[in-house]
């Protein structure tokens, strides 16, 4: 039959309606989608601390047929995984077989990074995408900063405006401004216990610096004091051994051989016992604080 009219009374059982035969009536003016008023119609809202989400009361159509829902309807989200995500989505299906709307969850695939699963459209069934639930590696708790409000994508729900004076988007609005200063909160928290722990890392850091440097400056003055006095002491040694054997001659060539030894910056002698190289070497005094010169012997 290509032409359809309609809806007439009856007269002897002549017109007979079907429920299919009011939808698609109402259909004609009313899209699909939620009811806009109040904004909170059919809201995804996280459970009580728990792996549940709540639908709050509102209305929808689906193709002529509608839902109406007058508290809370609360929905259990499955496990998490112990290693992967997942995206579950809320949606209002509506079942031809079952003649019924209703809504369910269904299930995403684990993934490291998971896509929701798609809406089933056909000549089984119909449905319209509330929100999105991510399910984190194991998560305990669902947050309202897990779900993500879907109603007012039109391509996955939308809004049924057309029997309305205007729609209310305030708690949608306030949904999203919710999630923005809980999400700035969460960055500016971030960036301060990275900041704090570089802080507390570079004071840390030159503390030890100074403590090996101070550590290395005191074991060199000791180690050149202990060297200073040897040499001095070796030095007095020999002079006193042949102290008693020089001639007037001889003193007078050693007084100034020890003259020599004051001006000159290196009067000593070493050799290196690996190689067998000469060193002269001698000692400086650079700001106050004293170094050691050496130059090989050619």
Known sequence: ????????????????????????????FIGNGIFPNPSTGFQVIAGNNSMTVAL????????????????????????????????DRVVLQLNYFNRSIMPIIKKGAYATSPVAPALKRDADAYELALADVHVGKGAL??????????????????IAHGVVNQADTTTIFNQYQSWFDQYSN?????????????QTDMITWIEEQEAAFLSWKNKEVTDFSAWSTQQKDEFLAWFLTIRGIL?????????????????????????????????????????GMPYILYEEVL
């Open 141 to 158: 708790v669902i947050t309202q900063a897990n779900i993500t409000d879907l109603r007012l994508n039109t391509s996955l729900c939308g």
């Open 56 to 87: 709050r009361a509102g209305k929808a159509w689906i193709h002529g047929y509608y839902i109406v829902n007058d508290a809370d309807y609360n929905l259990t989200v499955d496990a998490a995984d112990s290693a992967l995500n997942r995206i």
């Open 1 to 28: 039959m290509a032409i359809k009219s309609g809806i007439f009374n009856s007269v002897n059982n002549d017109r007979r309606y079907k429920a299919e035969d009011f939808a698609a009536y109402f259909a004609t």
């Open 186 to 198: 969460l960055k500016a928290t971030e960036f301060n216990t990275w900041k704090n722990n570089l």
């Open 247 to 287: 001639n007037t001659d001889a003193a007078g060539n050693l007084q100034l051989q020890i003259d020599d030894h004051k001006v000159d910056p290196m009067p000593h002698q070493s050799v290196d016992s690996t190689t067998g190289k000469k060193y002269k070497c001698g000692l400086g005094v650079e700001n």
